[in-house]
Nanobody
Framework: QEPLIEYGGGLVQAGGSLRLSCTTSESIDGRYILAWFHQAPGKEREFVAA????????YSRDSVRGRFTISRDNAKRTVTLEMTSLKPEDAATYLCAATRSAAWGVGIVRPRAMDFWGKGTLVTVSW
């Protein structure tokens, strides 16, 4: 079973909205911080947002704060990224990730902080 499976990518016009979802395997539960990263062609993978184990705290990169919202439902084993006011520079493959790290904030923005990854879902933003 894949540890993380993303859904919801697609083509959207600039200024539009898109909702990404990620379903986790049974072994990835409330012990894990869940996060979203993105990676554009030819660029490094970058942190987008993370949600704490209980879902009571979130942390996101400056460029998406106020536009993207991350949330989780531990009973359904899902993490969601609501993206609004999308810009062409948001276009990338979005990957769901999980970590049991004790760190938070800047301590989890590096891809190497993650223990598991999904394969990603493509988001394209057109003018």
């Amino acid at each position: 079973q894949e540890p993380l499976i993303e859904y919801g990518g697609g083509l959207v016009q600039a200024g539009g909205s898109l909702r990404l979802s990620c379903t986790t395997s049974e072994s990835i539960d409330g012990r894990y911080i869940l996060a979203w990263f993105h990676q554009a062609p030819g660029k490094e993978r970058e942190f987008v947002a993370a949600v704490s184990r209980s879902g009571d705290r979130t942390y996101s990169r400056d460029s998406v704060r106020g536009r993207f919202t991350i949330s989780r439902d531990n009973a359904k084993r899902t993490v969601t990224l609501e993206m609004t006011s999308l810009k062409p520079e948001d276009a990338a493959t979005y990957l769901c990730a999980a970590t049991r790290s004790a760190a938070w904030g800047v301590g989890i923005v590096r891809p190497r902080a993650m223990d598991f990854w999904g394969k990603g879902t493509l988001v394209t933003v057109s003018w």
